[in-house]
Each structure stands twice: as structure tokens, then as C-alpha cells.
């Protein structure tokens, strides 16, 4: 809890950062841009707008397919016929509550007829939509609405008193999230963060048509000033295969470790390894916990600690529910009492990954994840382990590596940090950066 608080604090004094210089000739192109978006057709669903007359609508508890169609005069052999023959891509009867839909009624009637759309477009959501031609041919078919990726950068200092006001423009939480999470997890311990701390980020937001925000996608590189140091972050592929993407320093070395040091995000380490554990239940004798148990409510995600191959996926006895994931010649891992497993023997996981959920199954008297740590055959207590760096980049990827990163670099260090706090600017001027479509 305190980490995320504090994190939210670093994430509020963010400002979006702008290159001054470079304006006049960035609205010269955005000016061109905009003309000749002018002369083009709005196009919504792949549909001329100006060439029809646009109802649009959510479904209402009690709406059927047919009743919409009904209410805008189309009888019933066409509704019956319709739904036939729409039948092979999209089920009429899926229609849920609250969804949007539009229908189209071509402007080319006459006066006098009966107003009639000719085009019903749903959307089960923001970023799909299904379309019924009801014209002559009846014909539906799926799409999605394009899109794009704007990269931006920011910068955020970390300060002690910073009005909640601002929170309500920290659409950055998630970014915060990423850095606390992904990034930084291993090299920069968050809780512990000092005024003055600051750093830089350079990520990429989702919008689906262009307008419609849809989160933070991803951080392709972060600069953090913590302690006097410097830590640099670069993300890179160094599996395609498999699509493992790591955060690596300016020097290649990974950031991540091999193992996380917990299974759960949110748990309690309620018993730890023990071999010499007496418990009264079994009248003091000894009872080795060859586990590390954390405790956690039902239904709380197990995360496999390290990237591996499923080599079970099944229920036993006292281990109840539960996965076991190999992870090379050396480490084993096994995840045990699970109300329900999400992976099946053979499956790749990445670290991270959801692979089941806490549960009671199996010997235990309450809710919680017995996590099991094999080292060359044996049950060890992964506290006590010096865990193993995160795979190290292969010497040929480190060219590639040395060679993608230097221009992030140059544009990382040449965002400048906001100077002074948000708070006491009476006018904080938040500029979106130049931004740049990457897709
Ligand atoms: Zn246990």
C-alpha cells in the first residue's frame, strides 16, 4: 500500500515536457496536415457520413435485434431474413445491455417513403464493431477501429507535498505501475524513494480512432535518479519467438532477476521454510515446511516467479491443486493448494504470468499459496538462495542492443526535468510533446 501511495506522489508532479525550437516548423506541418484532412471524406465504420442520416443508440433492457428494426420500419420476414443470414458472423442474440449501435438511413429517399436504415453497426466494444448490410445483398461482417500509438515523454520529481488536485490529471498511474512493477522491481526499492528523487520516461498511449483514449501502452526507456544513482532502463527483444521483451541498462545487463520473490502481489509470508518446525497439531514433532507459505484471500493470482515450461498441472492429495513450472537444468518451481489452475502441462509461462489462483484445496487450514523452491532436485528456502541475474543478452544481440539504444539515449538525456514544483506555478503549463505515430 505505502508503495503504490508513494508512487502516485511521483507520478503527480509529472510534466509533459515540449521542445521549444522545434515549433515553428512542426505547426508548419501540422497545418499542412489538417488541409488536406479537410478535403477528405469523414469516414466513421468505413461509411461517408454526409451520405447518410446517423441514429445512434445503446441497448435498452427488453431490446431485441428485431424490435430495434421493428421500431425503424422493418417488418418481419426481412428481420427474419437478416438475421439468417447475418447468423455466420455475429449472433443477433448477443446484443448486450448498454452496448452502443448505430444505424444508417441513406439520404437519397424520397420524401414521401418510409424511412428505413439499411445499415445496423454494433459494438460489443470500443475498439470492435460488427456491421449488418441490409441492403439488397444481406451480408455482415466484423472490424475493428484503427489504432494508433503516440509515443510522448515525461518527467517527474519526487516531492513530499503535492495538492491531490493534480491527481485528477495523473493519467500516469499505470505508468507509475510500470516503473514500480516491471522496471525498477529489482534495481530500486519504492518504498523507500527520497524527496529530490526524479526521473524520466519516454512511453507510448493507446487510442483506438484516434480519439479515444485507451491507456498507457507500454515504456520503452526510463532514466531514475535515486540514491546519487543513475539507472537507465531500455527495453529490448530478446526473444521474438516467444516475445520476451526485458529491461535492459545503457551496459546490457538485465534488470530484471530470474526469480521474483514472491508468487503473489499482495500476500502475507505467513510460514517460512523450515526443517526443524514442531507444530501441536502432529504433538510437537518434527514437521519440515519444505514450502514458503503466503497467505492471501480466495481467488488471489499466482504469478510463476521465473520463466519456464509447465510440467504439471494437476491435483494430489495434501498438495491439492497446483502447478509445477521447470525452469532450466538448475531451478524448479511448484505453486500448491490452488483453487483452480489457469496453464496446462507444457505451456511456456513468462514471469509474471497468471498461472493459477489462491485457493484451500488440499491439506491446509486456510487460504494461501504453499510455494515450493527445487534447486538441482532438492526443496531449498528461496530467502536464503543469492538468486540468479535475469538471462544475460547473447553477445550478437548486444551489438544490435548497443546500436537501438543510442539515439533513446540522446533523447532521454535530452529531456530536460521540470524545473520547481507544479504546485506553486500558478499557471503549470501541461504541453502535450511533439508526437510521433509509430503505427
Ligand atoms: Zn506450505
Known amino acids: 500500500m505505502q508503495l503504490k501511495r508513494l508512487v502516485a506522489i511521483a507520478i503527480i508532479a509529472i510534466?509533459?515536457?515540449?521542445?521549444?525550437?522545434?515549433?515553428?516548423?512542426?505547426?508548419?506541418?501540422?497545418?499542412?496536415?489538417?488541409?488536406?484532412v479537410e478535403?477528405?471524406?469523414?469516414?466513421?465504420?468505413g461509411f461517408d457520413i454526409d451520405q447518410y442520416i446517423i441514429k445512434r443508440d445503446t441497448i435498452k433492457k427488453g431490446d431485441s435485434f428485431g424490435e430495434i428494426l421493428e421500431r425503424n420500419n422493418i417488418g418481419y420476414p426481412k428481420i427474419f431474413q437478416i438475421a439468417e443470414k447475418a447468423r455466420d458472423t455475429f449472433d443477433i442474440r448477443r446484443l448486450q445491455i448498454g452496448k452502443p449501435y448505430t444505424l444508417l438511413f441513406p439520404k437519397e429517399n424520397k420524401e414521401d417513403s418510409i424511412q428505413q436504415p439499411n445499415t445496423f453497426i454494433y459494438q460489443p466494444s470500443i475498439e470492435e464493431y460488427v456491421v449488418i448490410n441490409m441492403k439488397d445483398s444481406i451480408h455482415a461482417y466484423k472490424s475493428k477501429k484503427p489504432i494508433?500509438?503516440?509515443?510522448?515523454?515525461?518527467?517527474g520529481v519526487i516531492e513530499n507535498n503535492i495538492s491531490l488536485t493534480l491527481e485528477e490529471k495523473g493519467l500516469s498511474q499505470v505508468l507509475a505501475n510500470k516503473m514500480a512493477d516491471d522496471i525498477y522491481a529489482w534495481t530500486i526499492d519504492f518504498r523507500r524513494l527520497q524527496p529530490g528523487d526524479r526521473f524520466k520516461v519516454i512511453y507510448t498511449d493507446k487510442y483506438i480512432d484516434d480519439t479515444i483514449y485507451a491507456g498507457v501502452h507500454?515504456?520503452?526507456?526510463?532514466?531514475?535518479?535515486?540514491?546519487?544513482?543513475?539507472?537507465?532502463?531500455?527495453?529490448?527483444?530478446?526473444?521474438?519467438?516467444?516475445?520476451?521483451?526485458?529491461y535492459f541498462n545503457e551496459n546490457a545487463k538485465n534488470l530484471r532477476r530470474a526469480f521474483l520473490k514472491m508468487p503473489v502481489k499482495f500476500g502475507r509470508l505467513s510460514s517460512r521454510y523450515n526443517l526443524k518446525r514442531r507444530i501441536a497439531y502432529y504433538g510437537y514433532k518434527i514437521r519440515p515446511h519444505k514450502g514458503t507459505d503466503f497467505a492471501a484471500a480466495v481467488g488471489t493470482p499466482i504469478m510463476a516467479t521465473a520463466n519456464g515450461t509447465v510440467i504439471e498441472s494437476t491435483r494430489r492429495g495434501g498438495n491439492g491443486k497446483y502447478v509445477k513450472i521447470r525452469h532450466n537444468d538448475t531451478y524448479t518451481t511448484q505453486y500448491l493448494h490452488m483453487?483452480?489452475?489457469?496453464?496446462?502441462?507444457?505451456?511456456f509461462v513468462k514471469q509474471g504470468d497468471v498461472i493459477g489462483y489462491v485457493g484451500m484445496t488440499g491439506n491446509t487450514g486456510g487460504p494461501?499459496?504453499?510455494?515450493?523452491?527445487w534447486k538441482n532436485g532438492k526443496q531449498v528456502d528461496p530467502f536464503k538462495q543469492k538468486l540468479p541475474e535475469a538471462k544475460p543478452i547473447s553477445d550478437s544481440l548486444k551489438i544490435k542492443f548497443l546500436e537501438h539504444i543510442a539515439p533513446i539515449k540522446m533523447q532521454l538525456d535530452n529531456i530536460h526535468f521540470f524545473e520547481g514544483s507544479i504546485e506553486d506555478d500558478e499557471n503549470p503549463t501541461i504541453t502535450e510533446d511533439l508526437t510521433t505515430d509509430i503505427q
Open 15 to 36: 510534466s509533459i515536457y515540449n521542445c521549444k525550437e522545434d515549433n515553428s516548423a512542426e505547426e508548419a506541418y501540422k497545418k499542412e496536415i489538417a488541409e488536406v
Open 39 to 45: 478535403k477528405e471524406k469523414i469516414l466513421e465504420f
Open 148 to 155: 494508433s500509438y503516440i509515443e510522448k515523454t515525461a518527467t
Open 218 to 246: 507500454n515504456v520503452k526507456a526510463a532514466y531514475f535518479e535515486h540514491n546519487g544513482d543513475s539507472l537507465y532502463a531500455f527495453q529490448f527483444e530478446t526473444d521474438s519467438v516467444r516475445g520476451i521483451k526485458d
Open 339 to 347: 483453487s483452480r489452475q489457469a496453464v496446462k502441462k507444457g505451456q
Open 368 to 373: 494461501h499459496v504453499c510455494y515450493r523452491f
